[in-house]
């Protein structure tokens, strides 16, 4: 079985979704007792690498999701604002002079 157990995570760095299912295979070899003794430190330190990177993107997820809501937050003040104002000038001006208009509807 060939894996890419010894490419650093820098070089071509899986995705997220390779990350864990790497993990899993790995998992799967040390539960299995596939790894021997010899490669079981390989095999923890690739499992250690791949946490960290799945850890880090999850982070990086995370504060992107956080900076478009708050983006979209403050998107809808503005809206807000402007809805605020329009809803001012939809109001009938004359009414204060007592004033109505002749329109059947």
Do not use: Y
């Not at 979209?72 to 004033?99: I, V």
């Amino acid at each position: 079985m060939t894996t890419d157990q010894n490419q650093p995570v820098g070089e071509d760095t899986p995705t997220f979704t390779e990350a864990l299912e790497e993990l899993e295979q790995i998992l799967q070899r040390i539960e299995g007792e596939e790894t021997d003794i010899d490669a079981l430190a390989a095999e923890l330190k690739r499992a250690a690498e791949l946490l960290d990177l799945a850890r880090n993107k999850l982070r990086r997820a995370e504060v992107e999701v956080t900076q478009i809501v708050e983006s979209l937050d403050g998107a809808e003040g503005e809206t807000e604002g402007l809805e605020e104002r329009e809803g001012e000038e939809d109001e009938p001006l004359d009414e204060a002079d007592g004033e109505q208009d002749d329109i059947p509807f």
